[in-house]
């Protein structure tokens, strides 16, 4: 009873392994594109582009500018004034808690709807990282800004899956 039951154990996981490896051959799995070619940047993902380099480059006021017209919702001066300078404090803490802030790393796009969409960058920092998030959303023909933020790595980490 016992040889009949290995056999048939062995005979079972041949026949299996056989068959997903016929199956794995027959069918064709998702290609790679030839060459490694990239696609090319969303239009989100250019805009965050370019928004990140003017805070990486130290260009904040041309920074600051773009960040008012791009959102969704005009900003009046004090709303205005009050996300500036919660961003100026939050670099400057980020800066105290992990060093001065290196270069910025693209890390993710993630498309949540036809017309929300959120790129994340990691700011490298000599003793940590930082993730920025910007949020834009498309409530008609254009793409504006909906967020912009700053979270350290450890709490963030969940939001870039």
Same mark, same amino acid.
């Given at each position: 009873m016992t040889k009949s039951v290995l056999f048939a154990g062995v005979l079972g996981g041949l026949l299996g392994g056989f068959g997903g490896y016929a199956l794995?051959?027959?069918?064709?799995s998702a290609t790679k594109s030839a060459g490694g070619e990239k696609s090319a940047p969303s239009e989100t993902r250019e805009r965050a582009d370019e928004l990140v380099t003017k805070l990486r480059t130290? $260009? !904040?006021?041309?920074?600051?500018?773009?960040l008012r017209t791009g959102f969704v919702d005009p900003l009046n001066d004090e709303q205005f004034g009050?996300?500036?300078?919660?961003?100026?404090?939050?670099?400057?803490k980020?800066? $105290? !808690?992990?060093?001065?802030p290196g270069d910025f790393e693209f890390g993710r796009e993630t498309v949540l709807s036809p017309s929300l969409v959120r790129v994340?960058?990691?700011v490298k920092h000599a003793h940590g990282a930082v993730v920025c998030f910007v949020i834009f959303y498309k409530p008609a023909n254009d793409w504006r800004i909906l967020a912009f933020s700053f979270k350290p790595l450890e709490t963030a980490f969940d939001m870039l899956r």
């Open positions: 794995l051959r027959t069918l064709p130290g $260009q !904040e006021e041309e920074f600051f500018n773009m009050r996300l500036r300078q919660g961003i100026v404090e939050w670099r400057q980020f800066a $105290q !808690e992990y060093g001065a994340a960058y990691v």
